[in-house]
């Protein structure tokens, strides 16, 4: 997988996209069904854990997903994690016009995240898990995030996801390349499909379900999936 893009490299173009990813109405649009998911993944936490005061979000980006599951939890502390200054600038800025909440930004690769254990209620690691490259990188930080979550804690998964299927896949690429086109043009679709192919290496669900099942989880959800994006929930 080396033909793929270097950490360097991903937290530059980041660096430079923080607007795209500030837009609670929307969520980011390339991901379909983007709003609809920032709504189900917070109602999912509060329907799960509805006490929830400490919540980790992964390659949090300018905050969206933080920013939501504050409006319906007692959140107390939000740790934000992300590779891009930039970006856990801006999210701890929108944070702290909107909750009371204590908010730590933590600059630093998923891959070398270390929490103290059973510290959070809940995680989430919104469309940042395709950025992990190898089968092992994938055990590990889901291994990491059951460690860092108390007993009853979830971890929310949004995602661009992979099919193992080889047809399947084929026929999701076509389909999400007809969204983009729809969004934005023929330009538009061949630049997301350009920069897809290059920075992601995303995951089918059954892997990521086996992987965190493997990691220790004792329940695994499917939520959401439409064409190659599906969000799911683990419990600890
Ligand atoms: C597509 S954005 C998603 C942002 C946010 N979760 C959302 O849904 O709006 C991905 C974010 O993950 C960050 N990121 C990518 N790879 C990462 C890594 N290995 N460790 C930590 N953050 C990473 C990027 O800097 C970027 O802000």
């Given at each position: 997988m080396s033909n793929h893009a270097t950490r360097d490299e991903i937290r530059a173009r980041f660096d430079r996209d923080v607007e795209r990813f500030s837009k609670l109405e929307t969520g980011?649009?390339?991901?379909?069904d983007a709003a609809y998911v920032l709504d189900l993944i917070a109602e999912c936490a509060q329907a799960t854990?509805?006490?929830?005061t400490r919540l980790v979000d992964l390659?949090?980006?300018?905050g969206n997903f933080s920013l939501k599951l504050a409006q319906g939890l007692p959140l107390e502390s939000i740790t934000l994690v992300d590779l891009s200054r930039p970006m856990l600038d801006r999210a701890s800025e929108r944070l702290a016009e909107a909750t009371p909440a204590t908010v730590t930004a933590l600059q630093v690769d998923l891959l070398d995240l270390k929490l103290p254990?059973?510290?959070?209620?809940i995680v989430v690691a919104a469309?940042?898990?395709?950025?992990l490259r190898e089968d092992a990188d994938w055990l590990n930080v889901f291994r990491a995030i059951w460690e860092s979550l108390a007993p009853g804690g979830v971890f929310f998964i949004w995602d661009l996801i992979d099919h193992d299927w080889p047809g399947i896949r084929q026929v999701m690429a076509n389909r999400y390349s007809q969204y983009l086109e729809g969004l934005g043009g023929p330009e538009f679709r061949d630049k997301v499909n350009t920069y897809v192919a290059y920075e992601d290496t995303p995951r089918s669900v059954p892997f990521q379900m086996q992987t965190l099942t493997n990691a220790g989880f004792s329940a695994v959800e499917v939520l959401h999936k439409h064409i190659s994006f599906a969000a799911l929930a683990a419990r600890k």
């Open positions: 980011q649009t390339t991901t379909i854990v509805p006490g929830a390659g949090c980006g300018a254990p059973a510290s959070a209620d469309a940042v898990l395709h950025h």
